[in-house]
């Protein structure tokens, strides 16, 4: 028989994905709409439904055994618990991103409600039109799924927390390559560092030539030459912490799209830090044009490998220094 080698399978994101479906029990599944029903009252919540739900459709769902609130949103209960618009929007199939894009639907406020767990008192003026704008969509799912049951409901609303968490988890690893990116560059610079906070390092190199690193969302971090408003762009750095090949070109092509921004903003140097293991690196760089140099994640991550000694004589150069914090 073939001796077959099987590579060890992580669990680490199985056991994220659990520890946020445990956390959306809590907040934005049924059970915590179990709990808001509880505390707010049938009565409460039935006089909105009569209000904002057509009487036939209400009708429909006692027939099937299930309340109107298990499929439509109504005021009593967002105001008590503002997470289960989640549970809401997920029933439409509509994840975070979709649901507060502004070109698109542009109910990012009531996203920031669902994730804070706060209603402004704009908000909360304007309960009965949110509600509203849900209830017509879920009365056409209803009147299309006819016949069906509790676990349905709550199996659409799983349907769209899946790919949520996935996201919420690459958002995760993304924010942890960039801090430990920024942690590097603060090795690095710490002999010229003239002041230090977790959102801005000031640097000045024994010519006098002064640069603030800054953490930043496009790009992950930048680099600028001079001080406060006196400033100039210098390095814009992209960086892509996920390790999952078959989504890896197309971090490439995000890194590319910040990059082209970057340069019309003035960055002469823009540079894309991201895994490349398994990957054919010419492909990674075909895929982000723009980026002048593209260095191995886990090398700078680490400190330590050829990209990270390639990451240092670079910067050495562009800011005029023979030597730096961490010349490993």
């Known amino acids: 028989m073939t001796n077959l080698r099987f590579k060890p399978i992580p669990a680490d994101l199985a056991i994220d994905l659990y520890t946020g479906l445990v956390n959306a029990r809590r907040t934005k599944l049924q059970p915590a709409l179990n709990a808001a029903v509880k505390a707010v009252g049938v009565a409460a919540i039935d006089q909105d439904l009569q209000r904002l739900v057509p009487a036939g459709v209400l009708t429909h769902l006692a027939s ?44 990012a406020a009531w996203v920031n409600a669902e994730r804070t767990g706060r209603l402004s008192p704009d908000l909360i003026g304007a309960l009965d039109q949110f509600c509203s704008a849900l209830i017509n969509p879920l009365v056409q799912l209803v009147t299309v799924m006819n016949q069906f049951d509790d676990r349905d ?14 996201g919420g988890r690459n958002t995760v690893i993304g924010s942890r390559a960039a801090a430990e990116v920024f942690q590097a560059l603060r090795s690095l610079v710490a002999p010229f560092t003239v002041f230090d906070s977790p959102r801005l390092i000031r640097f000045q190199t024994p010519s006098g030539r002064n640069f603030e690193l800054i953490p930043a969302s496009d790009p992950d971090i930048a680099i600028d030459e001079g001080i406060g408003k006196q400033t100039a762009p210098l390095i ?40 490349m293991s398994g990957l054919d690196r010419r492909r990674v760089c075909q895929k982000t044009p723009s980026s002048t140099e593209v260095f191995e994640a886990a090398d700078i991550i680490q400190q330590s490998g050829g990209d ?14 023979g030597k730096l914090g961490n010349p490993a």
């Open 64 to 107: 099937l055994g299930l309340r109107g609130e298990r499929v439509f949103p109504v005021p009593a209960i967002i105001k008590h618990a503002p997470p289960l618009i989640g549970y809401y929007r997920m029933l439409l199939g509509l994840s975070q991103k979709e649901f507060g894009q502004s070109q698109r639907l542009g109910y």
């Open 153 to 166: 409901l709550s199996d659409l609303s799983l349907l769209t927390l899946g790919p949520t968490l996935q």
């Open 236 to 275: 814009a750095i992209e960086i892509k912490g996920g390790k999952d090949i078959s989504n890896a070109y197309n971090r490439a092509g995000e890194a590319e799209k910040s990059h082209i921004s970057a340069k019309l903003r003035g960055y002469n140097h823009r540079w894309t830090i991201i895994h």
């Open 308 to 321: 990270w000694m390639k990451f240092q004589q670079k910067l050495k150069r562009i800011i005029g220094v």
